[in-house]
C-alpha cells in the first residue's frame, strides 16, 4: 500500500502538490488570503473512461466547477480513493493523471488524500471523494441573491454527458461528435468576473440535469421561472438518445453547463462572455414573481411545467 | 428528411391546429379521441397539444401503459417470488415501485432481496449466465412491442441450455382491450389514435374489424407532435363523413402486416390466456402465456406460488376508471395529494407512461 501511496500516488501529483504531499503530516498547511470557499463531492461513473473524458477529470472539475459556482477559485484539494481489489495499475494510473491534469489547467494543488482498498464486489472499480478550499472572488453569489426580473443565461447545450453515459453503458454504436461536455468551468466564471459581471446565482446542471437547477432556484427564491424551449441548445445525437429512451433532455446530467442568473443590466455583457466559451450559450428566460414553479414555453406558445425528476432514469417500455 | 425535428417543426403543427380547428367548427361537440398508448398521453402532455386544439378536442386516455394495467395479484406473485431465497428477480422500467397489496418490489429490494431493474430484457440472460448458482427470474411485461424480445431471450436460453433462468410472462395485447372499450356503453368515444410502436409488431390490419364492427375510426400515429396532429385531422375529418377506416399515419415504420417474424417468434413460445387488466377485468385471449412445452421455465409454475393471495387495491385509486377513459386525473381525491410520484398510491402515478403522472408531471397547477 505505502508503495502505491509513493510511487503512483504522489507520483501522479507531483506537480500540482507533490511537495505539500510528501511531507506526509496528518494535515497540509495551507495558505489562503481572502475569504473561503470549501466544498465537497463523491464521484461514482461507469465506465470509468467516456467519450470526453473519466472519472479523474470529472472528480477535479466537479469540485472546481462546484466552488466556482459562488464565484470562488480553487486552491487546494483533497483526493481519497476507494479501491476494488484487482483494479488495474495502468487504469488507476490514468484515472489520476486526468486528475492532476485538470488541477494543473486549473492552477490547484491536490495536498492531501487517503486511499482504502476494499475486496472485489465490494465497490465498483473506484470511487474518488475531492474536497477543495478556494478563494473567494466575487461575494454574494448564491440563491439569496436571486430576485424578480433576473435573466436566466446558459452556458452551452444540454444533456451530453448524460447522454455519453448512458449510451457506453448500452453498449450503443454512438456517433463521434457525442462527447461528454465534462470540462472545469473556472475560465469561464473568471472570465465573466474580469468582465464585470456581477453573478447574482450560478449553478452547474449536474445530476438532475437543467430541469433540477430551474427547480431548485425555483424553489429557493420563491419565484417561478419561464424559460424558452427554442432557446435551449440540444444536439441531434441527445435529442435521439433521449427519444430511444423516453428521457428528457432536460434531465440529463451536464459536467460543464451552467445556468447563470444576472440583473438585466448584466445580461449582454454575460453573454458576449459565456458565447467566447461555447456558441451554444444563450439566453434562456427569466425569474418572475407572477408565475410559479418551472414553466416551458414551446415554439408553438403552448407551456407546460418542467418538473424536477423523479428518481432512477429508466427507459421507458412502450 | 430529419426524423426528430421536422415532426415537431411549429409551423407545421400550427398550421395543423388551424385545420383541425376549421375542420371542427361545424361539428356540435368537441370530439373524443382515445389515445390508446401511454406514449401518447406522454407526447400530448409534454407537449401541451390539448391547449392548441381545446374546446375542438378532447383527448381521453386510454390503457395502453403495461405498468398501470397489471393487477395487484400480478405484482403480489412479483413479490413473492422475489422474496425467495437465491433469486435473482429481473423486471423492466417503473414496475418496481408499483405498490402491491402488502409491498412492493423496490420496498423488497430496500430489505436486501436482489431485486434489478434492467436497462434491456437481454441483461436477464447475462445475469443468468453470470450467476449458475441462483435462480434468476425474468418478470417480463410490456404489449407488442417488448413480447419479442422476451421470445428472443427464451430462445437463446434454450438454444444455449441456460437453466436458471425462468419467466414470468405477462404481456398483454392491443386489440383485445381496444374491444373490451369499444363495447362498454358507458364509454363515449368518437375515434381512437392508435399505437405507433406496437403496431410496427402487429401491423394496421389487426385493426381493420375492429373499425369497422364498433363504427369507429382509428388513426395509427407516431409519437411526435406533428404525428399526433396530422392524425386528430383525420380522425375528425373521418368522424365528419362517417367513415371507419383505419388511417396509417405512422407509414414510416407501420406496414399493413406488421413484423411477421417477430409475431412468429412469440407464437414459437407463446399462447394467447386470459388476462385480468386493472381497470376492465378479465378479458379473453388479451394476454400471453408460455406455451404448455415450456413449463420447465414458466416461473407461475416451477415455484409454486400461493394461489389465492388475498389482492387490495387502494380504495379512494380511480385508476381503473382513467384506464377505461370516464376518468380524468384531477377527478381523482388524492391526486397530487396523498398521491404523487414521490410517493404514488396506484399504478397510474408510477409509470412514467401513466395518464396520472403525466398529468402530474406537465399539468399540475395552471399555469
Ligand atoms: S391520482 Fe393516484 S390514487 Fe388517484 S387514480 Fe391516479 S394513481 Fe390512483
Given at each position: 500500500?505505502?508503495?502505491?501511496?509513493n510511487?503512483?500516488?504522489?507520483?501522479?501529483?507531483?506537480?500540482?502538490?507533490?511537495?505539500?504531499?510528501?511531507?506526509?503530516?496528518?494535515?497540509?498547511?495551507?495558505?489562503?488570503?481572502?475569504?473561503?470557499?470549501?466544498?465537497?463531492?463523491?464521484?461514482?461513473?461507469?465506465?470509468?473512461?467516456?467519450?470526453?473524458?473519466?472519472?479523474?477529470?470529472?472528480?477535479?472539475?466537479?469540485?472546481i466547477?462546484?466552488?466556482?459556482?459562488?464565484?470562488?477559485?480553487a486552491?487546494?484539494?483533497?483526493?481519497?480513493?476507494?479501491?476494488?481489489?484487482g483494479?488495474?495499475?495502468?487504469?488507476?494510473?490514468?484515472?489520476?493523471?486526468s486528475?492532476?491534469?485538470e488541477?494543473?489547467?486549473?492552477?490547484?494543488?491536490?495536498?492531501?488524500?487517503?486511499?482504502?482498498?476494499?475486496?472485489?464486489?465490494?465497490?465498483?472499480?473506484?470511487?474518488?471523494?475531492?474536497?477543495?478550499?478556494?478563494?473567494?472572488?466575487?461575494?454574494?453569489?448564491?440563491?439569496?441573491?436571486?430576485?424578480?426580473?433576473?435573466?436566466?443565461?446558459?452556458?452551452?447545450?444540454?444533456?451530453r454527458?448524460?447522454?455519453?453515459?448512458?449510451?457506453a453503458?448500452?453498449?450503443?454504436?454512438?456517433?463521434?461528435?457525442?462527447?461528454?461536455d465534462?470540462?472545469s468551468?473556472?475560465?469561464?466564471v473568471?472570465?465573466?468576473?474580469?468582465?464585470?459581471?456581477?453573478?447574482?446565482?450560478?449553478?452547474?446542471?449536474?445530476?438532475?440535469?437543467l430541469?433540477?437547477?430551474?427547480?431548485?432556484?425555483?424553489?429557493a427564491?420563491?419565484l417561478?421561472?419561464?424559460?424558452?424551449?427554442?432557446?435551449?441548445?440540444?444536439?441531434?445525437?441527445?435529442l435521439?438518445?433521449?427519444?430511444?429512451?423516453g428521457?428528457?433532455?432536460f434531465?440529463?446530467?451536464?459536467?460543464?453547463?451552467?445556468?447563470?442568473?444576472?440583473?438585466?443590466?448584466?445580461?449582454?455583457?454575460?453573454?458576449e462572455?459565456?458565447?467566447?466559451?461555447?456558441?451554444?450559450?444563450?439566453?434562456?428566460?427569466?425569474?418572475?414573481?407572477?408565475?410559479?414553479?418551472?414553466?416551458?414555453q414551446?415554439?408553438?406558445g403552448?407551456?407546460?411545467?418542467?418538473?424536477?425528476?423523479?428518481?432512477?432514469?429508466?427507459?421507458?417500455?412502450? | 428528411?430529419?426524423?426528430?425535428?421536422?415532426?415537431?417543426?411549429?409551423?407545421?403543427?400550427?398550421?395543423?391546429?388551424?385545420q383541425?380547428?376549421?375542420?371542427?367548427?361545424?361539428?356540435?361537440r368537441?370530439i373524443?379521441?382515445?389515445?390508446i398508448?401511454g406514449?401518447?398521453t406522454?407526447?400530448?402532455?409534454?407537449?401541451?397539444?390539448?391547449?392548441?386544439?381545446?374546446?375542438?378536442?378532447n383527448?381521453?386516455?386510454?390503457?395502453?401503459c403495461?405498468?398501470?394495467?397489471?393487477?395487484?395479484?400480478?405484482?403480489?406473485?412479483?413479490?413473492?417470488?422475489?422474496?425467495?431465497q437465491?433469486?435473482?428477480?429481473?423486471?423492466?422500467?417503473?414496475?418496481?415501485?408499483v405498490?402491491?397489496?402488502h409491498?412492493?418490489?423496490l420496498?423488497?429490494r430496500?430489505?436486501?432481496?436482489?431485486?434489478?431493474?434492467?436497462?434491456?430484457?437481454?441483461?436477464?440472460?447475462?445475469?443468468?449466465?453470470?450467476?449458475?448458482?441462483?435462480?434468476?427470474i425474468?418478470?417480463?411485461?410490456?404489449?407488442?412491442t417488448?413480447?419479442?424480445?422476451s421470445?428472443?431471450?427464451?430462445?437463446?436460453?434454450?438454444?444455449?441450455?441456460?437453466?436458471?433462468?425462468?419467466?414470468?410472462?405477462?404481456?398483454?395485447?392491443?386489440?383485445?382491450?381496444?374491444?373490451?372499450?369499444?363495447?362498454?356503453?358507458?364509454?363515449?368515444?368518437d375515434?381512437?389514435?392508435?399505437?405507433?410502436?406496437?403496431?410496427?409488431?402487429?401491423?394496421?390490419?389487426?385493426?381493420?374489424?375492429?373499425?369497422?364492427?364498433?363504427?369507429?375510426?382509428?388513426?395509427?400515429s407516431?409519437?411526435?407532435?406533428?404525428?399526433?396532429?396530422?392524425?386528430?385531422?383525420?380522425?375528425?375529418r373521418?368522424?365528419?363523413?362517417?367513415?371507419?377506416?383505419?388511417?396509417?399515419?405512422?407509414?414510416?415504420?407501420?406496414?399493413?402486416?406488421?413484423n411477421?417474424?417477430?409475431?412468429?417468434?412469440?407464437?414459437?413460445y407463446?399462447?394467447?390466456?386470459?388476462?385480468?387488466?386493472?381497470?376492465?377485468?378479465?378479458?379473453?385471449?388479451?394476454?400471453?402465456?408460455?406455451k404448455?412445452?415450456?413449463?420447465?421455465?414458466?416461473?407461475?409454475?416451477?415455484?409454486?406460488l400461493?394461489?389465492?393471495?388475498?389482492?387490495?387495491?387502494?380504495?379512494?385509486?380511480?385508476?381503473?376508471?382513467?384506464?377505461?377513459?370516464?376518468?380524468?386525473?384531477?377527478?381523482?381525491?388524492?391526486?397530487?395529494?396523498?398521491?404523487?410520484?414521490?410517493?404514488?398510491?396506484?399504478?397510474?402515478m408510477?409509470?412514467?407512461?401513466?395518464?396520472?403522472a403525466?398529468?402530474?408531471?406537465?399539468?399540475?397547477?395552471?399555469?
Open positions: 500500500m505505502e508503495a502505491l501511496i510511487s503512483v500516488i504522489f507520483e501522479a501529483f507531483s506537480e500540482v502538490g507533490g511537495e505539500i504531499l510528501k511531507q506526509a503530516n496528518d494535515s497540509a498547511i495551507l495558505n489562503l488570503s481572502s475569504p473561503l470557499a470549501f466544498s465537497t463531492d463523491s464521484f461514482v461513473v461507469s465506465p470509468l473512461f467516456f467519450a470526453g473524458g473519466d472519472i479523474g477529470k470529472i472528480a477535479a472539475c466537479g469540485t466547477n462546484d466552488l466556482a459556482m459562488v464565484g470562488a477559485r486552491k487546494y484539494l483533497s483526493c481519497a480513493l476507494i479501491l476494488e481489489e483494479l488495474l495499475l495502468g487504469t488507476l494510473k490514468a484515472v489520476l493523471a486528475l492532476a491534469s488541477c494543473a489547467k486549473a492552477g490547484v494543488k491536490v495536498v492531501c488524500g487517503d486511499t482504502k482498498v476494499l475486496p472485489r464486489g465490494k465497490c465498483d472499480s473506484m470511487f474518488i471523494n475531492t474536497s477543495g478550499v478556494a478563494e473567494v472572488l466575487c461575494e454574494g453569489v448564491g440563491v439569496q441573491s436571486l430576485k424578480d426580473g433576473a435573466k436566466l443565461l446558459l452556458s452551452g447545450d444540454i444533456g454527458h448524460g447522454a455519453v453515459v448512458l449510451s453503458r448500452e453498449e450503443f454504436e454512438i456517433s463521434a461528435d457525442l462527447k461528454s465534462c470540462k468551468l473556472l475560465g469561464v473568471m472570465a465573466l468576473i474580469e468582465a464585470g459581471v456581477k453573478p447574482l446565482c450560478m449553478r452547474d446542471a449536474t445530476r438532475g440535469g430541469s433540477a437547477v430551474l427547480n431548485e432556484l425555483s424553489r427564491s420563491g417561478g421561472v419561464v424559460v424558452r424551449e427554442a432557446d435551449i441548445a440540444i444536439s441531434d445525437e441527445v435521439g438518445i433521449c427519444e430511444i429512451f428521457f428528457e433532455p434531465e440529463l446530467a451536464n459536467e460543464g453547463t451552467f445556468v447563470l442568473a444576472v440583473s438585466p443590466d448584466d445580461e449582454q455583457k454575460a453573454l462572455v459565456l458565447r467566447k466559451f461555447n456558441p451554444f450559450a444563450a439566453y434562456i428566460g427569466e425569474l418572475s414573481v407572477r408565475r410559479s414553479g418551472v414553466i416551458l414551446s415554439r408553438y403552448t407551456q407546460r411545467f418542467l418538473e424536477p425528476p423523479k428518481g432512477e432514469l429508466l427507459p421507458r417500455i412502450c | 428528411m430529419d426524423l426528430i425535428n421536422d415532426y415537431r417543426n411549429s409551423e407545421l403543427i400550427l398550421a395543423l391546429a388551424k383541425i380547428k376549421a375542420e371542427a367548427a361545424t361539428l356540435s368537441p373524443n379521441i382515445m389515445e398508448c406514449g401518447h406522454h407526447s400530448i402532455m409534454k407537449f401541451a397539444l390539448g391547449e392548441l386544439v381545446e374546446g375542438v378536442v383527448f381521453i386516455h386510454g390503457p395502453g403495461p405498468v398501470c394495467i397489471m393487477p395487484v395479484s400480478r405484482i403480489d406473485e412479483a413479490c413473492e417470488l422475489a422474496s425467495m437465491g433469486v435473482i428477480f429481473c423486471t423492466l422500467a417503473d414496475m418496481l415501485r405498490p402491491g397489496s409491498t412492493s418490489l420496498k423488497l430496500g430489505l436486501g432481496h436482489d431485486i434489478r431493474a434492467l436497462y434491456t430484457p437481454l441483461d436477464a440472460l447475462k445475469i443468468a449466465r453470470q450467476n449458475p448458482d441462483k435462480n434468476v425474468f418478470f417480463a411485461i410490456g404489449f407488442e417488448t413480447t419479442p424480445m421470445a428472443v431471450i427464451i430462445q437463446k436460453a434454450l438454444d444455449e441450455g441456460v437453466k436458471n433462468l425462468y419467466f414470468h410472462i405477462n404481456h398483454v395485447t392491443v386489440p383485445a382491450p381496444l374491444r373490451a372499450i369499444m363495447a362498454d356503453k358507458n364509454v363515449n368515444i375515434g381512437f389514435l392508435g399505437p405507433s410502436h406496437v403496431s410496427v409488431i402487429v401491423g394496421s390490419n389487426a385493426y381493420k374489424e375492429l373499425a369497422l364492427e364498433f363504427k369507429r375510426p382509428i388513426a395509427i407516431g409519437f411526435e407532435p406533428v404525428d399526433v396532429m396530422a392524425s386528430v385531422l383525420n380522425l375528425i373521418q368522424h365528419k363523413r362517417a367513415s371507419f377506416e383505419v388511417f396509417n399515419e405512422y407509414k414510416r415504420a407501420v406496414s399493413a402486416q406488421g411477421v417474424k417477430a409475431k412468429e417468434l412469440v407464437a414459437k407463446m399462447r394467447p390466456c386470459t388476462f385480468e387488466w386493472r381497470g376492465l377485468g378479465e378479458i379473453d385471449d388479451s394476454g400471453l402465456c408460455l404448455d412445452e415450456y413449463v420447465s421455465i414458466d416461473a407461475r409454475r416451477v415455484f409454486a400461493q394461489k389465492e393471495q388475498a389482492t387490495k387495491e387502494a380504495k379512494a385509486c380511480i385508476c381503473g376508471q382513467i384506464l377505461r377513459g370516464v376518468s380524468k386525473p384531477p377527478e381523482c381525491a388524492l391526486f397530487a395529494k396523498a398521491c404523487t410520484p414521490n410517493s404514488p398510491v396506484g399504478a397510474c408510477v409509470s412514467s407512461e401513466g395518464a396520472c403525466a398529468y402530474y408531471k406537465y399539468q399540475r397547477r395552471g399555469a
